[in-house]
């Protein structure tokens, strides 16, 4: 199936452990078009498995809306949701995502079992999908026989194995050297061209997420913003003038400091301290705002 429309509408998640909650998602706002690929960036903790995981129908949505082609899948039971899993979503995962005591191929067909594919189409199958990631020579190579990114490889073969409309790749290049991960990533942007599916790919390296048609970063549970694949290396700029502007504002910090306890010793006179003060505050308050203009909550 091609892909479909993903319209994430002020999803909010709150984890409870015992008498500890965390906000994982506080409002969150996205849109992705079918066939889209998209890439989501940011920081360890921001709620970026967390986001995939309620569109894959994993967890629960604490308050908010998501919307799969027009079905709305924060409202659904959870024997609903088991369906929807089955129909709508492949999902990749960071790590462990293959049996090891099956074979490349058991394990293509295992997830096929798992989503309720027919046994006469089960084997066809298993071939088309092994051709589509390259790996037809390795069908009877159990996972500890294939590198890294065979394994990964193998893995998006299982996931494409129900022909989902959406594909949920967390993190698919996480644990694979440069190379890997190159090969990987081409695989999942010819499955995106030549299937049509939506995907939607957690990654924390920029070079994997320049194949995104758009890259969007997410920041303590919020998108913060939305970037063209072009802005990448630009934006790695960006995220060192931001330290830059945060490192300043810490100066003036020890400054005003100074300041004060130099006028406190009576080093400095009345208005001198008045002065140096105002200039350093004002100082200040530009970077902030600079830092406010850039996304960057202060
Ligand atoms: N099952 C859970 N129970 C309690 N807290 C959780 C649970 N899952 C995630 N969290 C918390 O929610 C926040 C977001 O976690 P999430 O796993 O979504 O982050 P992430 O962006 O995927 O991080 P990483 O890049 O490290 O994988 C974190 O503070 C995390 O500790
Ligand atoms: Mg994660």
């Known amino acids: 199936m091609k892909g479909l429309d993903v319209i994430v ?4 998640k709150v984890h409870r452990t015992g008498k500890i909650e965390v906000q994982a998602l506080r409002g969150l706002n996205m849109n992705v078009k079918a066939g889209e690929l998209i890439a989501i960036i940011g920081p360890s903790g921001s709620g970026k498995t967390t986001l995939l995981n309620i569109i894959g129908g994993l967890d629960e949505a604490t308050a908010g809306t998501v919307i799969v082609g027009d079905l709305n899948v924060t409202t659904q039971t959870v024997t609903q949701l088991v369906d929807y899993r089955r129909k709508m979503v492949g999902h990749i995962f960071q790590t462990l995502n293959l049996i090891p005591t099956l074979t490349a191929k058991e394990n293509i067909e295992f997830a096929m079992i798992a989503s309720g594919v027919p046994r006469k189409l089960r084997k066809e199958r298993v071939q088309e999908l092994l051709e589509t990631v ?5 069908a009877n190579h159990k996972p500890e026989e294939l590198s890294g990114g065979e394994q990964q490889r ?3 073969a ?4 129900n022909d989902a409309p959406v594909l949920l790749a967390d ?3 996480g644990e694979l050297d440069t ?14 061209r030549e299937l049509g ?6 990654t924390h390296d920029p070079t994997v997420a320049r194949v995104a048609h758009r890259i969007l ?17 630009v934006h790695e700029k960006a995220v060192s003038y931001v330290d830059q502007l945060k490192a300043r504002i810490a100066e003036i910090n020890a400054q005003l400091e100074k300041l004060d306890s130099d006028f406190r010793s009576e080093k400095l006179d009345g208005d001198e301290y008045t002065d140096k003060r105002q200039s350093l505050k004002q100082l200040k308050n530009s970077l902030k705002e600079e830092l406010v203009r850039m996304g960057v909550v202060t």
């Open 179 to 192: 190379t890997n991960a190159k090969i990987v990533v081409e695989y999942l942007k010819k499955v995106n």
């Open 9 to 12: 509408k002020e999803l909010v």
């Open 158 to 161: 299982a996931a494409l194995s």
């Open 217 to 233: 970063r997410i920041e303590d549970g919020v998108i913060k913003m939305a970037q063209a694949p072009s802005e990448v290396i």
């Open 197 to 202: 599916k939506t995907i939607i790919m957690v």
């Open 134 to 138: 390259g790996l037809a020579d390795r």
């Open 154 to 156: 193998i893995a998006l």
């Open 171 to 173: 993190e698919p290049t």
